[in-house]
């Protein structure tokens, strides 16, 4: 069974950083291709950013760019979501989601490439 625990959201003011972690309980996070989605209230979940199991190619949504870096410590099982300059519009609860089965070089896009979820974690960003 895998699990995977978000931790590290917060009320933070604009401008500031927040480093968001995911652990993932289990043999093969090494083999997992993860990724960072988001979900503002009333608008859909969307992936702000992604990372192929090798580690070599990532995937950042246009509006984090230059702001977010998404990387992993396979020694820890550990995915991180290091954000920074956050914006009142980075407001939303952050999710982690592993994909498996994937070329070494590939970056799931879609939701429902994502096998597995952690619970989510809160980033509110006040003006």
């Known amino acids: 069974q895998v699990q995977l625990v978000e931790s590290g959201g917060g009320l933070v003011q604009a401008g500031a950083s927040l480093r968001l972690s995911c652990e993932e309980s289990g043999p093969l996070f090494s083999s997992y291709a993860m990724g960072w989605f988001r979900q503002a209230p009333g608008k859909e979940r969307e992936l702000v950013a992604a990372?192929?199991?090798?580690?070599?190619?990532?995937y950042y949504i246009e509006s984090v760019k230059g702001r977010f870096t998404v990387s992993r410590d396979n020694a820890k099982n550990t995915v991180y979501l290091q954000m920074n300059s956050l914006n009142p519009e980075d407001t939303a609860a952050y999710y982690c989601a592993a994909a498996g089965g994937y070329p070494s070089g590939y970056v799931p896009m879609s939701s429902h490439d994502y096998d597995y979820w952690g619970q989510g974690t809160q980033v509110t960003v006040s003006s």
């Open positions: 990372m192929s199991w090798s580690g070599g190619r990532t």
